[in-house]
């Protein structure tokens, strides 16, 4: 049976660097950083007083009061973002029988600024303080449920929660989902808004975060020599996922197409990746192949790129191994460098990321990288985003646990 194409039609996004697609894409193609001191809570006592929240948004600007309370942050990320991918898809309830359009969205946490804020409620106020929200504000599936709510959206519906994997699989698992037949259309992508104390404490403890709170944007440095952790991001992104044929006949534009995809697990450690990135590499054997493109065909890698000594020594390392002498060629980035890393949200930030690549022939740099580090010797597109022609891209997640996820988007090409 001839494998169902899947393209994309529909793009939305929430940064550090920008609330919106085009704001989003404007400010990585200019290398604009969105990290800064932390001020969503007061972080005076915290070693890490810096993160990439959003700045200016205001749930106010889009639900009313009442609505909000409902609903924790990441889910109104989620909403908003899908409101904006659906507006640039032109999918109407005309166009599309609601039985065959289908949401997963992928999330790291879910509604943890609603578990923190509900227990200490808890333990100061006892039982009757704590509101009969918390639970469907609180629980992870909730912003997939609310968005299909929204919309009438009664095809498949699910989480992923694969840590910081958990966007790039919704997308991959999205795409299956139409490519198996059990869905026309699939609303996906992934949404985090996890900047909190007990979040920051967290990471901090295990060494895992920058500690540069005298330069919040030279903190997140990806694949530089002097790099000394991640940087704590927040944001969404959705994208608008369509069987070929159904986008065709209505006239969507096409933005690009998803076409390939590739899981695996580390099995190795809960925390550090695989020695030599196996794992990795087979992923991303796995979704070239289910692209059915050679490897000489990929342009571009948005890099997992945490800006840990681990991650990024052995994203290279396996990237090597894979692509041998066309590593030479292939450009790698990691935009984490700009909104520093949005755990279960960042891939679906870096999807969106690559297809406004290929729509635009830029590819996005690699910011604060001065130092090279003789374990990392590709390039990394430093600090200055590179007008190229770009037809193939690779986007990397990797989480805890051993999570490997990686897809593979191209130019779109009717043939």
Same mark, same amino acid.
């Given at each position: 049976?001839?494998?169902?194409?899947?393209?994309?039609?529909?793009?939305?996004?929430?940064?550090?660097?920008?609330?919106?697609?085009?704001?989003?894409?404007?400010?990585?193609?200019?290398?604009?950083?969105?990290?800064?001191?932390?001020?969503?809570?007061?972080?005076?006592?915290?070693?890490?007083?810096?993160?990439?929240?959003?700045?200016?948004?205001?749930?106010?600007?889009?639900?009313?009061?009442?609505?909000?309370?409902?609903?924790?942050?990441?889910?109104?990320?989620?909403?908003?973002?899908?409101?904006?991918?659906?507006?640039?898809?032109?999918?109407?309830?005309?166009?599309?029988?609601?039985?065959?359009?289908?949401?997963?969205?992928?999330?790291?946490?879910?509604?943890?600024?609603?578990?923190?804020?509900?227990?200490?409620?808890?333990?100061?106020?006892?039982?009757?303080?704590?509101?009969?929200?918390?639970?469907?504000?609180?629980?992870?599936?909730?912003?997939?449920?609310?968005?299909?709510?929204?919309?009438?959206?009664?095809?498949?519906?699910?989480?992923?929660?694969?840590?910081?994997?958990?966007?790039?699989?919704?997308?991959?698992? *999205? =795409?299956?989902?139409?490519?198996?037949? +059990?869905?026309?259309?699939? $609303?996906? %992508?992934?949404?985090? /808004? &996890? #900047?909190?104390?007990?979040?920051?404490?967290?990471?901090?403890?295990?060494?895992?975060?920058?500690?540069?709170?005298?330069?919040?944007? *030279? =903190?997140?440095?990806?694949?530089?020599? +002097?790099?000394?952790?991640? $940087?704590? %991001?927040?944001?969404? /992104? &959705? #994208?608008?996922?369509?069987?070929?044929?159904?986008?065709?006949?209505?006239?969507?534009?096409?933005?690009?197409?998803?076409?390939?995809?590739?899981?695996?697990?580390?099995?190795?450690?809960?925390?550090?990746?695989?020695?030599? %990135?196996?794992?990795?590499?087979?992923?991303?054997?796995?979704?070239?192949?289910?692209?059915?493109?050679?490897?000489?065909?990929?342009?571009?890698?948005?890099?997992?790129?945490?800006?840990?000594?681990?991650?990024?020594?052995?994203?290279?390392?396996?990237?090597?191994?894979?692509?041998?002498?066309?590593?030479?060629?292939?450009?790698?980035?990691?935009?984490?460098?700009?909104?520093?890393?949005?755990?279960?949200?960042?891939?679906?930030?870096?999807?969106?990321?690559?297809?406004?690549?290929?729509?635009?022939?830029?590819?996005?740099?690699?910011?604060?990288?001065?130092?090279?580090?003789?374990?990392?010797?590709?390039?990394?597109?430093?600090?200055?985003?590179?007008?190229?022609?770009?037809?193939?891209?690779?986007?990397?997640?990797?989480?805890?646990?051993?999570?490997?996820?990686?897809?593979?988007?191209?130019?779109?090409?009717?043939?």
């Amino acid at each position: 049976m001839k494998k169902r194409r899947v393209v994309i039609t529909g793009l939305g996004a929430l940064a550090p660097n920008g609330n919106s697609l085009s704001k989003y894409w404007d400010a990585l193609s200019a290398g604009q950083s969105g990290i800064g001191p932390i001020t969503c809570f007061d972080a005076e006592n915290l070693s890490v007083q810096i993160a990439g929240e959003l700045s200016g948004f205001n749930p106010e600007d889009y639900f009313d009061k009442k609505e909000i309370r409902k609903m924790d942050p990441f889910t109104i990320y989620t909403l908003v973002t899908a409101k904006e991918a659906l507006l640039q898809s032109g999918l109407n309830k005309s166009d599309i029988d609601l039985e065959r359009v289908g949401v997963i969205m992928g999330t790291g946490v879910g509604g943890i600024q609603t578990l923190e804020d509900q227990n200490s409620i808890y333990s100061k106020r006892g039982q009757r303080r704590v509101s009969p929200f918390f639970v469907p504000r609180m629980i992870a599936n909730i912003a997939a449920g609310n968005l299909a709510i929204n919309y009438g959206f009664q095809g498949p519906n699910h989480t992923v929660i694969s840590a910081c994997a958990s966007g790039t699989d919704a997308i991959g698992c *999205a =795409a299956r989902t139409i490519q198996y037949g +059990d869905a026309e259309v699939m $609303v996906t %992508g992934g949404a985090e /808004a &996890s #900047i909190t104390g007990l979040t920051i404490s967290g990471f901090a403890n295990m060494k895992a975060l920058s500690n540069r709170n005298d330069d919040p944007e *030279a =903190a997140s440095r990806p694949f530089d020599a +002097d790099r000394d952790g991640f $940087v704590l %991001g927040e944001g969404a /992104a &959705s #994208i608008i996922l369509e069987e070929a044929t159904h986008a065709k006949a209505r006239g969507a534009i096409i933005l690009g197409e998803l076409a390939g995809y590739g899981s695996t697990d580390d099995a190795y450690h809960i925390t550090q990746p695989s020695q030599g %990135g196996v794992g990795a590499i087979l992923a991303m054997k796995n979704a070239i192949i289910d692209a059915g493109l050679n490897l000489e065909d990929v342009d571009y890698i948005n890099a997992h790129g945490t800006s840990t000594p681990f991650n990024d020594k052995t994203e290279s390392s396996a990237i090597m191994t894979l692509f041998g002498d066309h590593a030479n060629k292939l450009k790698v980035s990691s935009t984490k460098s700009m909104i520093g890393h949005a755990l279960g949200a960042s891939g679906a930030l870096e999807a969106a990321a690559c297809v406004q690549a290929i729509q635009h022939n830029i590819l996005p740099p690699t910011i604060n990288y001065t130092t090279p580090d003789p374990e990392c010797p590709l390039d990394y597109i430093p600090n200055k985003a590179l007008s190229k022609n770009v037809n193939v891209t690779m986007s990397n997640s990797f989480g805890f646990g051993g999570h490997n996820s990686v897809i593979v988007i191209k130019r779109w090409n009717k043939v």
